[in-house]
């Protein structure tokens, strides 16, 4: 037998995030365009990169 899968609640994400995503702050056009860019380097920031090298 599968187990149940357990969804864990989302919460709200705090301002300014909420915003820039649900699309009231004046930005939010410009995050929503460039989020796979800011994602990729938070993503970098994770494991400990300190420096960016574009190829």
């Not at 989302?10 to 004046?26: F, M, Q, R, S």
């Amino acid at each position: 037998m599968s187990q149940p899968v357990l969804r864990v609640r989302e919460e709200i994400p705090p301002e300014p995030l909420n915003g820039l995503i649900i699309g009231t702050d004046p930005d939010s056009n410009v995050f929503l365009k460039s989020i796979r860019t800011f994602n990729s380097c938070f993503q970098m920031t994770s494991f400990g990169a300190t420096e960016i090298v574009f190829c």
